[in-house]
């Protein structure tokens, strides 16, 4: 099995202060994420790491300019006590052929829905995604930048991805979904969690 996913579009590492997270993942690996964009209305902004290929590294938090969200932000990031890998993404080459197709296998992805991204030349990026994959967020999400520029297109810094590795307490639950999606992770028995591996500067960092 490879030790990247197939299909990976990004994973995420969440936190509830950006600022402090982004200065300890330079410090880490030697590499300086650079600034994503807004999630405007939902209380985020995110900073970006190419990973290698056409997969990126989203570090993601609240954003201190915008005023407070009607809902939960994304990830989880209020309820965080540190930095975290909540969940991960694949983009498959058709979106809604890879939702019918996981639906045939028994895996339902959810709903499909837009979101959008200010960039911080004014850029505004659209994509499609569904629902988070589950709840242990070993079970990716699918995403569709569809007609805007793909993240890892846009001259980021790149830290390169080694190895994503998972535990869950019963492996063959997830790995059904997985195939499912046409993807897979290295997983062993344990604590639901996520991990990865990049190549940096100063060696061999792992995060998660």
Same mark, same amino acid.
């Given at each position: 099995?490879?030790?990247?996913?197939?299909?990976?579009?990004?994973?995420?590492?969440?936190?509830?202060?950006?600022?402090?997270?982004?200065?300890?993942?330079?410090?880490?690996?030697?590499?300086?994420?650079?600034?994503?964009?807004?999630?405007?209305?939902?209380?985020?902004?995110?900073?970006?790491?190419?990973?290698?290929?056409?997969?990126?590294?989203?570090?993601?938090?609240?954003?201190?300019?915008?005023?407070?969200?009607?809902?939960?932000?994304?990830?989880?990031?209020?309820?965080?006590?540190?930095?975290?890998?909540?969940?991960?993404?694949? %983009?498959? =080459?058709?979106?809604?052929?890879?939702? !019918?197709?996981?639906?045939?296998?028994?895996?339902?992805? &959810? $709903? +499909? #829905?837009?979101?959008?991204?200010?960039?911080?030349?004014?850029?505004?990026?659209?994509?499609?995604?569904?629902?988070?994959?589950?709840?242990?967020?070993?079970?990716?999400?699918?995403?569709?930048?569809?007609?805007?520029?793909?993240?890892?297109?846009?001259?980021?810094?790149?830290?390169?991805?080694?190895?994503?590795?998972?535990?869950?307490?019963?492996?063959?639950?997830?790995?059904?979904?997985?195939?499912?999606?046409?993807? %897979?992770? =290295?997983?062993?028995?344990?604590?639901? !969690?996520?991990?990865?591996?990049?190549?940096?500067?100063? &060696? $061999? +960092? #792992?995060?998660?």
């Amino acid at each position: 099995m490879s030790a990247i996913p197939p299909l990976l579009d990004h994973l995420v590492l969440a936190t509830p202060d950006l600022a402090a997270t982004v200065a300890e993942f330079a410090r880490r690996t030697g590499v300086t994420p650079a600034p994503g964009g807004v999630h405007l209305g939902l209380g985020t902004r995110n900073h970006l790491v190419g990973l290698g290929g056409r997969s990126y590294l989203e570090i993601v938090g609240p954003d201190p300019e915008q005023s407070e969200p009607a809902g939960p932000r994304p990830f989880g990031v209020d309820l965080l006590a540190g930095p975290a890998v909540p969940t991960w993404a694949i %983009s498959p =080459p058709d979106l809604d052929a890879a939702i !019918a197709a996981a639906r045939e296998r028994g895996h339902d992805p &959810g $709903p +499909v #829905r837009p979101m959008s991204r200010r960039t911080p030349d004014g850029t505004v990026l659209r994509w499609r995604l569904t629902d988070a994959g589950d709840a242990t967020g070993l079970v990716p999400f699918l995403i569709d930048w569809g007609d805007s520029r793909h993240p890892a297109a846009s001259g980021l810094p790149v830290a390169p991805l080694l190895a994503v590795s998972a535990s869950a307490p019963d492996p063959r639950r997830v790995r059904g979904p997985l195939a499912a999606l046409g993807t %897979s992770l =290295p997983l062993t028995p344990g604590p639901a !969690a996520l991990s990865f591996t990049l190549a940096t500067p100063n &060696g $061999p +960092v #792992r995060f998660g």
